[in-house]
C-alpha cells in the first residue's frame, strides 16, 4: 500500500514553517483514523526502515484503530493474526529506541486487552514471556529482554487501570491479569535480583503499576519484593535510589494499603531501620536528594497511616510509631536554613499537622488525655529543637534572601508558625514556658534571631496560649521588663510590636501588662522604619484598651501627633492610615477642647499637604488618612458639621473645607472621566459617617453626575450600594437626595446602553438591577417621591426585558417583580404600572411563545402572576386584547392554546396549580412549534 501521501502529510505537520498547511495535514491525517483502509496503512508505517516519526504515528494510527474499530470493521480471526506481528514489533523497537520501545509497548497493551474481552488471546503473559525470554533475548540478550518485559507488564498494568470496557468484558480482563499474578511477582523477584540496575529500576516500576491496579496484588503478596528493595538500595546510584523511594511512596501511600494493616505494621521496621541507615550518613555528607528521598516515604507512611498508627496499642507497634515520628523529627530539625541549605523540613509540616490535630481529636474520644500525655515529651522536644530554630533567619554574615528564597521562606513559616499554634491548644502552659525561655535566651546570647522566632511564636500560637483559664507565663514579657532588653533590630521592633497587637485584648484584662506594652511602642514611634507596626500596635491597645488608656492618653497622643507632623508626608499611604486610626483612637479619649488642640496642632501641615499633593485620580487614595481624621473628629466635635460656619477658623471646618475642594478639583480635572468618577467615589465611600453629608453636597453631586457620559459607572453604583448599607433606613433628607439625584443619572446611562453597547457591560447593568431592588426594600420612600425617577426605572427594565438573551435577564425579571410587588400598596406606583403593564405583558406572551429560552420560563410566569395580582382589572383585558390578534404572538399559536392559557393563567395563581402550570407550558411549547395543537 502505498503511504506517501501520509509520509508528506507528516512531514507538513512536523516540519512545514506554515501554520495553515500544519491545520490542513493535521485535519487530514485525523480523518485517517475512522477509515478501514488505516489498518494496511498503519502496518506500512511501522516498517523498520522507516523514520522515527512515521513510526510513531503509525503506532497511535493502529492504536487508534484497536481501540475504536475492532468490533466494526476487523474479523476476531484477523485479530489473532496481528498479534505475533505485535510482539515482533516489540522485541526490535526494544533494541531500537526508548520512543518506539514505549509506543509498542502501549501499542502490544492496547491490543491484549482487546484481544482478551474478545476470547482471541488468553495467558497474554506467559505467552509474551515465553516469546521475549525465548526468541528475542538469545538475540539482545537477558537483560535487554527482561528491560522489555518488564516495561510492557507495566504498560499493560496502566493501560487496564484506564479501559473504558465494562461489565463483562472488563470481567474476562481482570480475570486474566488476577491469574497472571504470581507468574508476574516471580518476573519482578528475577529482575530485582538480576543484579542490572536498569533491569531493576523497571521491576521496581512494575511493582508499583500492578499493586495500584484494581486486579494487582495485595500488600501481603508483595511483603518480601519489599523488603527485597529496601535491600538492594544502592544510594550511589542517583536513579536506582529515586526508583526505590518511588516505588515506596507509591505503594505506602496508596489506598489498598489501608487493606493489609497487619503487614504494614510488620513492614515499619524495615522501614524505619532502611530511613536510619540512609538518613544521618546523607545529612552529614550534606545529600539532600537522598535525605530528601528518604524523608519522603517517612512522611507519605505518617500522612497516610496517622489514624492507623495511632489506633496501635501493642507495645510493638506503639514503639514502631514512636520510631517513625523520630524519623520526621530528625527530617523537621535537620541542620540547615530553609530554603537555602535544605528543603526536606518542609515537606514534613503537614505530617505533625495531621498528628497535632489526631491527638486533639482522636477517633476513640476517650483516649485523648492517653495520647496526649504519651506524646507530650515529643511535641516539646519538636517545638524546642526543631520548629523554633527552623523560624529563625539566616545568621549574621550571610548573603540575605533573594526575593523568591523570601517568599519561600515567608509560606514556610506560615506553616510552622500553625504547627506551633496547634501545639499551643494541646499545652498552653508547657508551650509558653518554652517560648519564653526561648525567648530570654536569645536575649542572654545577644541573638536578635532567636529573640524574633521567639515573638514570632508567641504571636501565632496567642490563641492556643491564653486558651485556659490559668495564669499564663506571658506575663514575664512585661513583668520582668523583657521588652525593655529586646535587642535593636527591626525585624524584633516588627516582631514585638505586632504581638503586643495580637495580645492586646489580653492586656486589657491584665492591667499590668499595658503600662510596658505602651512605653515600648511609644519609643518605636520615634523611628521611621518602625512606625507601620508601633501605629498597627497603637491602635490594638486603643480599641481593647480604651477604659485603661485615659491616664496615658495625652502623653500618647503628644507623641502620635509628633509622629503624625514629622512623617507623615514620607511613609506609605497604608501606613499614613494606620496612624491616623491609631491617633484617632486616642483623640476620643481626650476632652473636647483638647481634640481641638491637637488638631490644630498638624491642621497647616495637613491642608498644606491635601492642597499640594493631590490633583490626579492615581493620588486620590492620599486623601484617606484625613478623610478619616475630620471623620472621626466631625462625630466628636460639639458643633455638628452641617452647623459650622465656614468664615470661622475652627480645626474641623479647616479640614473639611481643605477635602471639599480637593475633591472637587479632583473631579473637573483633565484626566480620563472614569479614572475621576473612580477616584472621587473611593473618597466619599471613605467619608462615609458624620462628615459625609458636609463632603459630599449637592454642589459635589452636580459635578460628578456632569461627567456621566457613554463610559461604566461602576464606582457610583458601588457608593450608592454602600451608601445604603451604612445608613439604612436611617438616611437624611439630604442623603436621600443625594441617592435620588444619582439613581436618576445612572437610569438616564442604563437606558442609552440598551441602545449602544448593551453587550459590552452586563456586569454594570446587573449591578444597576441589584441597587434598584436595594432601593425597593431599605428606602422606598426615594421611588414614591420621585415619580420621574420611578418611571425612567421602569422604562429602563421594559429596555432590558427586550434583550432575553443577555446574562442579565434573571436580574432584571427580579427587579421588576419586587417593583410590582410594591405597587399593590403604593397608588403612584399603580399608576405607573398601568402605564408599562400593556408592554411587560406582551413581552412576556412573546417570551414564552419563543422570545425567551424555555428555562426561563416559570420566570415570565412569575412576573405575570405577580402583574396580575397588582392590577387584576387591566391584566386579563391585556392579555385577551393581544391573544386577539391574528398571528398572535406567532403563527404557530392555535386559538385553542390561546383560549386555555387566558382561562387559566389570568386567574389567581394559587387555585387550580395543575392546570394553570399545564395551559402554560402548553401555550408555550405549541408557539414554539414543540407540540401540534
Given at each position: 500500500?502505498?503511504?506517501?501521501?501520509?509520509?508528506?502529510?507528516?512531514?507538513?505537520?512536523?516540519?512545514?514553517?506554515?501554520?495553515?498547511?500544519?491545520?490542513?495535514?493535521?485535519?487530514?491525517?485525523?480523518?485517517?483514523?475512522?477509515?478501514?483502509?488505516?489498518?494496511?496503512?498503519?502496518?506500512?508505517?511501522?516498517?523498520?526502515?522507516?523514520?522515527?516519526?512515521?513510526?510513531f504515528f503509525g503506532a497511535d494510527l493502529l492504536r487508534g484503530k484497536l481501540k475504536t474499530s475492532t468490533s466494526q470493521d476487523v474479523s476476531a480471526e484477523q485479530l489473532a493474526g496481528m498479534?505475533?506481528?505485535?510482539?515482533?514489533?516489540?522485541?526490535?523497537?526494544?533494541?531500537?529506541?526508548?520512543?518506539?520501545?514505549?509506543?509498542?509497548?502501549?501499542?502490544?497493551?492496547?491490543?491484549?486487552?482487546?484481544?482478551?474481552?474478545?476470547?482471541?488471546?488468553?495467558?497474554?503473559?506467559?505467552?509474551?514471556?515465553?516469546?521475549?525470554?525465548?526468541?528475542?533475548?538469545?538475540?539482545?540478550?537477558?537483560?535487554?529482554?527482561?528491560?522489555?518485559?518488564?516495561?510492557?507488564?507495566?504498560?499493560?498494568?496502566?493501560?487496564?487501570?484506564?479501559?473504558?470496557?465494562?461489565?463483562?468484558?472488563?470481567?474476562?480482563?481482570?480475570?486474566?491479569?488476577?491469574?497472571?499474578?504470581?507468574?508476574?511477582?516471580?518476573?519482578?523477584?528475577?529482575?530485582?535480583?538480576?543484579?542490572?540496575?536498569?533491569?531493576?529500576?523497571?521491576?521496581?516500576?512494575?511493582?508499583?503499576?500492578?499493586?495500584?491496579?484494581?486486579?494487582?496484588?495485595?500488600?501481603?503478596?508483595?511483603?518480601?519484593?519489599?523488603?527485597?528493595?529496601?535491600?538492594?538500595?544502592?544510594?550511589?546510584?542517583?536513579?536506582?535510589?529515586?526508583?526505590?523511594?518511588?516505588?515506596?511512596?507509591?505503594?505506602?501511600?496508596?489506598?489498598?494499603?489501608?487493606?493489609?494493616?497487619?503487614?504494614?505494621?510488620?513492614?515499619?521496621?524495615?522501614?524505619?531501620?532502611?530511613?536510619?541507615?540512609?538518613?544521618?550518613?546523607?545529612?552529614?555528607?550534606?545529600?539532600?536528594?537522598?535525605?530528601?528521598?528518604?524523608?519522603?516515604?517517612?512522611?507519605?507512611?505518617?500522612?497516610?497511616?496517622?489514624?492507623?498508627?495511632?489506633?496501635?496499642?501493642?507495645?510493638?507497634?506503639?514503639?514502631?510509631?514512636?520510631?517513625?515520628?523520630?524519623?520526621?523529627?530528625?527530617?523537621?530539625?535537620?541542620?540547615?536554613?530553609?530554603?537555602?541549605?535544605?528543603?526536606?523540613?518542609?515537606?514534613?509540616?503537614?505530617?505533625?499537622?495531621?498528628?497535632?490535630?489526631?491527638?486533639?481529636?482522636?477517633?476513640?474520644?476517650?483516649?485523648?488525655?492517653?495520647?496526649?500525655?504519651?506524646?507530650?515529651?515529643?511535641?516539646?522536644?519538636?517545638?524546642?529543637?526543631?520548629?523554633?530554630?527552623?523560624?529563625?533567619?539566616?545568621?549574621?554574615?550571610?548573603?540575605?534572601?533573594?526575593?523568591?528564597?523570601?517568599?519561600?521562606?515567608?509560606?514556610?513559616?506560615?506553616?510552622?508558625?500553625?504547627?506551633?499554634?496547634?501545639?499551643?491548644?494541646?499545652?498552653?502552659?508547657?508551650?509558653?514556658?518554652?517560648?519564653?525561655?526561648?525567648?530570654?535566651?536569645?536575649?542572654?546570647?545577644?541573638?536578635?534571631?532567636?529573640?524574633?522566632?521567639?515573638?514570632?511564636?508567641?504571636?501565632?500560637?496567642?490563641?492556643?496560649?491564653?486558651?485556659?483559664?490559668?495564669?499564663?507565663?506571658?506575663?514575664?514579657?512585661?513583668?520582668?521588663?523583657?521588652?525593655?532588653?529586646?535587642?535593636?533590630?527591626?525585624?524584633?521592633?516588627?516582631?514585638?510590636?505586632?504581638?503586643?497587637?495580637?495580645?492586646?485584648?489580653?492586656?486589657?484584662?491584665?492591667?499590668?501588662?499595658?503600662?510596658?506594652?505602651?512605653?515600648?511602642?511609644?519609643?518605636?514611634?520615634?523611628?521611621?522604619?518602625?512606625?507601620?507596626?508601633?501605629?498597627?500596635?497603637?491602635?490594638?491597645?486603643?480599641?481593647?484598651?480604651?477604659?485603661?488608656?485615659?491616664?496615658?492618653?495625652?502623653?500618647?497622643?503628644?507623641?502620635?501627633?509628633?509622629?503624625?507632623?514629622?512623617?507623615?508626608?514620607?511613609?506609605?499611604?497604608?501606613?499614613?492610615?494606620?496612624?491616623?486610626?491609631?491617633?484617632?483612637?486616642?483623640?476620643?479619649?481626650?476632652?473636647?477642647?483638647?481634640?481641638?488642640?491637637?488638631?490644630?496642632?498638624?491642621?497647616?501641615?495637613?491642608?498644606?499637604?491635601?492642597?499640594?499633593?493631590?490633583?490626579?485620580?492615581?493620588?486620590?487614595?492620599?486623601?484617606?488618612?484625613?478623610?478619616?481624621?475630620?471623620?472621626?473628629?466631625?462625630?466628636?466635635?460639639?458643633?455638628?458639621?452641617?452647623?459650622?460656619?465656614?468664615?470661622?477658623?475652627?480645626?474641623?471646618?479647616?479640614?473639611?473645607?481643605?477635602?471639599?475642594?480637593?475633591?472637587?478639583?479632583?473631579?473637573?480635572?483633565?484626566?480620563?472621566?472614569?479614572?475621576?468618577?473612580?477616584?472621587?467615589?473611593?473618597?466619599?465611600?471613605?467619608?462615609?459617617?458624620?462628615?459625609?453629608?458636609?463632603?459630599?453636597?449637592?454642589?459635589?453631586?452636580?459635578?460628578?453626575?456632569?461627567?456621566?457620559?457613554?463610559?461604566?459607572?461602576?464606582?457610583?453604583?458601588?457608593?450608592?450600594?454602600?451608601?445604603?448599607?451604612?445608613?439604612?433606613?436611617?438616611?437624611?433628607?439630604?442623603?436621600?437626595?443625594?441617592?435620588?439625584?444619582?439613581?436618576?443619572?445612572?437610569?438616564?446611562?442604563?437606558?442609552?446602553?440598551?441602545?449602544?453597547?448593551?453587550?459590552?457591560?452586563?456586569?454594570?447593568?446587573?449591578?444597576?438591577?441589584?441597587?434598584?431592588?436595594?432601593?425597593?426594600?431599605?428606602?422606598?420612600?426615594?421611588?414614591?417621591?420621585?415619580?420621574?425617577?420611578?418611571?425612567?426605572?421602569?422604562?429602563?427594565?421594559?429596555?432590558?426585558?427586550?434583550?432575553?438573551?443577555?446574562?442579565?435577564?434573571?436580574?432584571?425579571?427580579?427587579?421588576?417583580?419586587?417593583?410590582?410587588?410594591?405597587?399593590?400598596?403604593?397608588?403612584?406606583?399603580?399608576?405607573?404600572?398601568?402605564?408599562?403593564?400593556?408592554?411587560?405583558?406582551?413581552?412576556?406572551?412573546?417570551?414564552?411563545?419563543?422570545?425567551?429560552?424555555?428555562?426561563?420560563?416559570?420566570?415570565?410566569?412569575?412576573?405575570?402572576?405577580?402583574?396580575?395580582?397588582?392590577?387584576?382589572?387591566?391584566?386579563?383585558?391585556?392579555?385577551?386584547?393581544?391573544?386577539?390578534?391574528?398571528?398572535?404572538?406567532?403563527?404557530?399559536?392555535?386559538?385553542?392554546?390561546?383560549?386555555?392559557?387566558?382561562?387559566?393563567?389570568?386567574?389567581?395563581?394559587?387555585?387550580?396549580?395543575?392546570?394553570?402550570?399545564?395551559?402554560?407550558?402548553?401555550?408555550?411549547?405549541?408557539?414554539?412549534?414543540?407540540?401540534?395543537?
Open positions: 500500500m502505498d503511504t506517501t501521501a501520509v509520509e508528506q502529510a507528516l512531514h507538513t505537520l512536523y516540519h512545514s514553517p506554515s501554520t495553515e498547511l500544519k491545520k490542513e495535514a493535521d485535519k487530514w491525517l485525523s480523518q485517517l483514523y475512522g477509515k478501514p483502509e488505516a489498518w494496511g496503512i498503519a502496518w506500512e508505517l511501522l516498517k523498520p526502515e522507516k523514520s522515527t516519526d512515521v513510526q498479534r505475533d506481528n505485535l510482539l515482533q514489533l516489540l522485541g526490535k523497537a526494544g533494541a531500537a529506541s526508548k520512543v518506539m520501545l514505549t509506543r509498542a509497548c502501549i501499542l502490544l497493551a492496547t491490543y491484549a486487552i482487546e484481544a482478551i474481552t474478545v476470547d482471541v488471546w488468553n495467558n497474554v503473559v506467559a505467552h509474551t514471556t515465553q516469546y521475549l525470554l525465548e526468541t528475542v533475548a538469545p538475540v539482545i540478550g537477558i537483560p535487554m529482554a527482561q528491560s522489555i518485559l518488564l516495561e510492557f507488564l507495566s504498560v499493560l498494568a496502566e493501560e487496564t487501570t484506564e479501559t473504558r470496557h465494562v461489565g463483562e468484558r472488563k470481567t474476562k480482563l481482570v480475570t486474566e491479569l488476577r491469574a497472571s499474578i504470581p507468574q508476574v511477582l516471580q518476573l519482578i523477584d528475577n529482575g530485582l535480583q538480576s543484579g542490572n540496575p536498569d533491569v531493576i529500576i523497571i521491576a521496581l516500576k512494575c511493582l508499583s503499576t500492578w499493586f495500584a491496579g484494581t486486579f494487582g496484588p495485595s500488600l501481603d503478596m508483595i511483603e518480601r519484593h519489599i523488603a527485597l528493595a529496601i535491600q538492594i538500595t544502592d544510594a550511589s546510584n542517583a536513579d536506582l535510589f529515586e526508583a526505590v523511594v518511588d516505588m515506596l511512596v507509591s505503594l505506602v501511600g496508596h489506598p489498598k494499603s489501608h487493606d493489609n494493616p497487619m503487614t504494614l505494621k510488620a513492614m515499619l521496621p524495615f522501614l524505619i531501620q532502611w530511613h536510619q541507615n540512609l538518613f544521618i550518613p546523607a545529612l552529614n555528607d550534606e545529600n539532600m536528594d537522598i535525605a530528601g528521598g528518604v524523608t519522603r516515604v517517612a512522611v507519605t507512611l505518617g500522612e497516610t497511616h496517622m489514624r492507623m498508627l495511632l489506633d496501635a496499642r501493642e507495645e510493638e507497634n506503639i514503639n514502631n510509631l514512636n520510631g517513625c515520628l523520630r524519623l520526621i523529627l530528625d527530617a523537621t530539625g535537620c541542620k540547615g536554613s530553609f530554603p537555602r541549605d535544605e528543603k526536606i523540613s518542609d515537606t514534613t509540616q503537614r505530617v505533625w499537622g495531621f498528628f497535632i490535630e489526631e491527638l486533639n481529636d482522636p477517633k476513640d474520644q476517650e483516649r485523648a488525655p492517653e495520647l496526649q500525655q504519651r506524646y507530650g515529651d515529643l511535641l516539646q522536644i519538636l517545638l524546642k529543637g526543631a520548629l523554633l530554630k527552623k523560624l529563625e533567619y539566616l545568621p549574621d554574615g550571610e548573603d540575605p534572601f533573594d526575593s523568591e528564597e523570601r517568599g519561600e521562606f515567608q509560606g514556610y513559616r506560615v506553616n510552622v508558625g500553625e504547627n506551633i499554634a496547634s501545639i499551643a491548644f494541646l499545652y498552653p502552659i508547657i508551650c509558653c514556658e518554652i517560648l519564653i525561655e526561648n525567648l530570654k535566651m536569645g536575649i542572654t546570647q545577644s541573638s536578635w534571631q532567636q529573640v524574633e522566632a521567639s515573638l514570632y511564636g508567641i504571636r501565632q500560637a496567642t490563641d492556643g496560649l491564653l486558651s485556659k483559664k490559668e495564669e499564663s507565663p506571658l506575663k514575664q514579657i512585661f513583668q520582668q521588663g523583657l521588652l525593655a532588653m529586646l535587642p535593636a533590630h527591626e525585624k524584633v521592633y516588627k516582631a514585638a510590636l505586632l504581638t503586643i497587637g495580637s495580645l492586646a485584648d489580653w492586656i486589657s484584662q491584665n492591667t499590668d501588662c499595658l503600662q510596658p506594652a505602651v512605653i515600648y511602642t511609644l519609643q518605636a514611634l520615634e523611628h521611621k522604619d518602625y512606625l507601620p507596626y508601633a501605629s498597627k500596635a497603637m491602635e490594638e491597645l486603643s480599641h481593647y484598651c480604651d477604659e485603661l488608656l485615659p491616664p496615658f492618653a495625652p502623653e500618647i497622643t503628644e507623641k502620635l501627633t509628633q509622629t503624625f507632623l514629622q512623617f507623615h508626608s514620607q511613609i506609605q499611604n497604608k501606613d499614613r492610615l494606620t496612624l491616623t486610626r491609631a491617633m484617632c483612637n486616642i483623640m476620643l479619649l481626650l476632652p473636647h477642647a483638647a481634640i481641638n488642640l491637637q488638631i490644630e496642632r498638624f491642621l497647616g501641615p495637613v491642608i498644606e499637604y491635601i492642597n499640594s499633593n493631590v490633583s490626579a485620580p492615581g493620588e486620590a487614595i492620599q486623601l484617606v488618612p484625613y478623610i478619616t481624621i475630620a471623620t472621626v473628629v466631625c462625630g466628636k466635635s460639639t458643633i455638628p458639621p452641617d452647623k459650622l460656619d465656614p468664615s470661622v477658623l475652627h480645626p474641623v471646618t479647616a479640614i473639611l473645607n481643605a477635602l471639599r475642594g480637593a475633591i472637587h478639583m479632583l473631579l473637573m480635572s483633565t484626566t480620563k472621566k472614569e479614572d475621576r468618577i473612580a477616584a472621587t467615589c473611593g473618597l466619599l465611600e471613605a467619608s462615609l459617617g458624620e462628615a459625609f453629608v458636609f463632603i459630599f453636597d449637592m454642589d459635589l453631586v452636580e459635578k460628578l453626575v456632569s461627567t456621566f457620559g457613554a463610559t461604566k459607572h461602576f464606582a457610583v453604583v458601588n457608593l450608592c450600594s454602600k451608601i445604603l448599607t451604612y445608613y439604612g433606613k436611617d438616611c437624611s433628607q439630604q442623603i436621600l437626595e443625594i441617592l435620588s439625584k444619582l439613581l436618576f443619572e445612572l437610569s438616564k446611562v442604563a437606558i442609552s446602553y440598551f441602545q449602544t453597547n448593551l453587550y459590552d457591560n452586563p456586569d454594570l447593568v446587573r449591578e444597576y438591577f441589584d441597587l434598584v431592588r436595594q432601593i425597593v426594600r431599605k428606602q422606598r420612600i426615594i421611588l414614591l417621591q420621585n415619580v420621574e425617577l420611578t418611571n425612567l426605572i421602569l422604562l429602563v427594565s421594559v429596555g432590558a426585558l427586550s434583550c432575553p438573551e443577555h446574562p442579565t435577564f434573571t436580574s432584571v425579571t427580579k427587579c421588576v417583580g419586587e417593583i410590582i410587588n410594591l405597587g399593590k400598596t403604593e397608588q403612584i406606583l399603580i399608576e405607573l404600572l398601568v402605564q408599562h403593564g400593556r408592554s411587560l405583558t406582551d413581552f412576556v406572551l412573546r417570551g414564552a411563545a419563543g422570545a425567551v429560552d424555555r428555562t426561563l420560563l416559570s420566570k415570565l410566569m412569575g412576573m405575570l402572576a405577580q402583574l396580575n395580582r397588582t392590577l387584576p382589572q387591566h391584566v386579563p383585558e391585556w392579555t385577551k386584547e393581544l391573544l386577539a390578534q391574528d398571528g398572535y404572538p406567532n403563527e404557530r399559536t392555535s386559538l385553542k392554546a390561546k383560549e386555555a392559557f387566558l382561562h387559566h393563567v389570568t386567574t389567581d395563581r394559587s387555585h387550580r396549580k395543575t392546570q394553570h402550570d399545564k395551559a402554560i407550558h402548553r401555550f408555550a411549547d405549541v408557539s414554539r412549534g414543540l407540540v401540534s395543537d
